[in-house]
């Protein structure tokens, strides 16, 4: 079974600062990792994923995470945060060649100007 | 645009009436679709598993004989809340996954998400 973890619940930052939101998974076997993000009343929207080769992944918005295996971690960044990132962000977990999504409890990205 | 559709976005019901959600997957074929629920300021728990041609996997506590779940078509899914309850007052969310269309903007190996169904019981 799979599980994910995300240590912080809120994450406030200023606009156009940096920001890391961070995602632990536990697994026994190799899984596909990826970030969501939800706006509010919306449904959820893919960042980024990981499936396999380079560990550093870039997605939409500006967005990039690395995959640590030895870490079990798959940690979000943006270099540079806008007010328009304000929302809810999800990580999530599937075992290899599953489609089944495991989600973390979220994190909610608050950007002030 | 939107490459998986819900229906109705918002529904209110009196308790003990049954509400039906359908989850259509535009453009693409989905064998597989899953239900997600989400209560307020919480995370996605899967509900079930939609397998279309055959009965619907359900996750463990989930009552199969209160969410009824029919994948009729290879586009289609729908989910029944049947005698609702106010507890059962959520937002409920379908997902289905693509191996990915060339020439299309579908990712392989990605879940596309419905926009939602808020459903609230008085």
């Known amino acids: 079974a799979q599980s994910v973890t995300q240590l912080d619940s809120q994450v406030p930052v200023f606009e156009e600062a940096p920001v890391e939101l961070r995602c632990n998974y536990s697994?026994?076997?190799?899984?596909?990792l990826f970030w969501y993000v939800q706006y509010p009343n919306q449904g959820l929207q893919l960042l980024l994923k990981?499936?396999?080769?380079?560990?550093l992944v870039k997605g939409i918005n500006g967005f990039e995470a690395e995959f640590n295996k030895s870490q079990t971690s798959f940690h979000l960044r943006k270099p540079s945060v806008h007010i328009s990132d304000t929302a809810e962000y999800f990580c999530?977990?599937?075992?290899?060649?599953?489609?089944?999504?495991?989600f973390g409890t979220g994190t909610r990205l608050q950007v002030f100007p | 645009g939107a490459v998986v559709s819900q229906h109705p976005s918002r529904v209110i019901c009196k308790s003990g009436t049954s509400v039906k959600i359908e989850c259509r997957s535009l453009?693409?074929?989905?064998?597989?679709m899953f239900w997600y629920r989400q209560f307020p300021k919480q995370s996605l728990m899967l509900m079930a598993t939609?397998?279309?041609?055959?009965?619907?996997?359900?996750e463990q506590g989930v009552e199969k004989d209160k969410f009824l779940i029919n994948h009729a078509s290879l586009t289609l899914s729908t989910l029944t809340v049947t005698s609702a309850h106010p507890e059962d007052s959520s937002f409920y969310i379908c997902?289905?996954?693509?191996?990915?269309?060339?020439?299309?903007?579908?990712?392989?190996?990605?879940?596309?998400f419905g926009p939602g169904t808020r459903l609230t019981v008085l």
């Open positions: 997902s289905a996954p693509t191996i990915g269309i060339a020439g299309t903007q579908l990712e392989i190996d990605t879940q596309y």
């Open positions: 697994s026994s076997v190799s899984v596909y």
């Open positions: 990981y499936l396999s080769g380079s560990t």
């Open positions: 999530a977990v599937s075992a290899y060649n599953t489609d089944k999504l495991i």
């Open positions: 453009d693409f074929q989905a064998t597989t």
């Open positions: 939609s397998n279309e041609g055959s009965k619907a996997t359900y």
